[in-house]
């Protein structure tokens, strides 16, 4: 931990590839700020990302860093926490990435608890693939793969990650920078999963859920007095379909995380050379 470090200090030398308007920018930003201000630096962080747009924001970001494959960000998160639980592990996606090929993994992180936080980039459209109905879509949203909207349901992930037993749900706006980052930077803090939804417009794909919508129609719980270690008034916040909510909705202070819950202190990473004893004599029980 430093107190020396810049949130320019997790920026590379490599230029993004987004589209010029792109929400990713702010949110990548709010990300690395946050980082910065609670005292992590590039050498003892760890960035994991899955497909999509947001997928090569380990490449953008100055850290250690691995891009993982569709949906598989959360279980390579896990997996560096629990090897190495000293270190800051985020993990970034989008809403394809972890509400449908990754809405498994998502559940079992959340229930976990595992000490790491993870933003999601919810554009509510697949991106990368030029613009068809994702997890996250309006029933009504039309696309080219969905002339007539997809016609079911969005998934509510704020409600998904409370079913699931989170002990910290949060959602944010890419273009309110400082309010971002001050809600990733709770997450971050937060002794177990912290989870941030983060609207962040797709300007090329998207035309409903744009950034005038988000400016029009958010509702921001830090001025509407909610107390989010209020499990009822979270799920009350939550289920409202009727309003867009940014701020913590939800945190259990009593949190500890799955590491610590299983004895996980000391650095795992170093695997000792040759085969554990009598390894071998269980394989061939097996094979």
């Known amino acids: 931990m430093s107190s020396d470090v810049r949130f320019t200090d997790f920026k590379s030398d490599k230029q993004p590839t987004w589209c010029p308007g792109c929400g990713d920018f702010g949110t990548m930003n709010g990300m690395m700020k946050a980082l910065a201000e609670t ?15 947001s997928g090569k924001i380990g490449t953008y970001m100055h850290s250690y860093a691995l891009h993982g494959v569709h949906g598989r960000a959360l279980p390579v998160g896990t997996g560096v926490k629990m090897a190495r639980p000293d270190i800051e592990v985020m993990v970034a996606g ?60 969005p998934v509510n ?7 699931s037993g989170a002990s910290f749900i949060a959602q ?15 997450a971050v ?15 090329t794909f998207n035309d409903v859920d744009t950034y005038d919508y988000f400016r029009d129609n958010l509702v921001d719980l ?32 009593d949190s500890v995380p799955y590491h610590e819950q299983h004895g996980v202190t000391e650095d795992m990473s170093e695997i000792p050379d040759g085969a554990p004893d009598d390894a071998m004599d269980l394989v061939r029980e097996f094979y």
């Open 94 to 153: 989008g809403d394809g990435d972890g509400y449908s090929i990754g809405a498994g993994h998502f559940v079992h992180a959340v229930r976990r608890n595992v000490d790491m936080t993870y933003c999601v980039m919810d554009n509510r459209i697949y991106g990368l693939t030029k613009g068809q109905a994702s997890p996250t879509s309006r029933s009504d949203f039309e696309t080219s793969t969905t002339p007539e909207g997809p016609k079911q349901p």
């Open 189 to 203: 803090e937060h002794d177990g999963f912290g989870f941030v939804n983060v609207f962040s417009p797709c300007v």
């Open 172 to 186: 944010s706006f890419s273009s309110d920078a400082l309010r971002h980052q001050e809600i990733v930077q709770k």
């Open 157 to 163: 992930p704020l409600a998904l990650a409370l079913a």
């Open 222 to 253: 830090k001025e509407e007095d909610h107390d989010p270690t209020n499990y009822e008034a979270a799920k009350q916040v939550i289920l409202d379909s009727n309003k867009e909510y940014q701020g913590v909705m939800y945190q259990d202070e």
């Open 39 to 53: 005292g992590n630096d590039p050498d003892n962080t760890f960035v994991v990302a899955g497909i999509g747009c």
